[in-house]
């Protein structure tokens, strides 16, 4: 089982920067696929980003492409989403997940654990 952790949201301007951190607890962080999704107010949950095992291989939704950089570190059960060229429709609660296939998805269903989540706001 692992647990994941968020942190980093907060309240930015347009055109700011945030990076976003997931932390894992558990054992065998190394063999999931980690992915991170967001949902606005009165929106569905959406898929942001997603890296596989060993890092090998990213997927990025096209509204976060060039702007957006997931990585992961095995080492400190980490993962990460450096946001950057942020907008106000960028504005949702951010969450992490695990994956156990290890190749990474932009299915939700797919991801076995989840976050609590971290807000983030952009301010036009």
């Known amino acids: 089982q692992v647990q994941l952790v968020e942190s980093g949201g907060g309240l930015v301007q347009a055109g700011g920067s945030l990076r976003l951190t997931c932390a894992a607890s558990?054992?065998?962080?190394?063999?999931?696929?980690i992915g991170w999704f967001r949902q606005a107010p009165g929106k569905e949950r959406e898929f942001v980003a997603a890296?596989?095992?060993?890092?090998?291989?990213?997927y990025y939704a096209d509204a976060v492409k060039g702007r957006f950089a997931i990585s992961r570190n095995n080492a400190k059960n980490t993962a990460y989403l450096q946001m950057s060229s942020l907008r106000p429709e960028d504005t949702a609660v951010y969450y992490c997940?695990?994956?156990?296939?290890?190749?990474?998805?932009?299915?939700?269903?797919?991801?076995?654990?989840w976050g609590q989540g971290t807000q983030v706001t952009v301010s036009s």
């Open positions: 997940a695990a994956d156990s296939s290890a190749r990474g998805s932009k299915w939700s269903e797919l991801y076995e654990y």
């Open positions: 558990g054992r065998m962080f190394s063999s999931y696929a």
């Open positions: 890296i596989n095992y060993n890092s090998d291989t990213t």
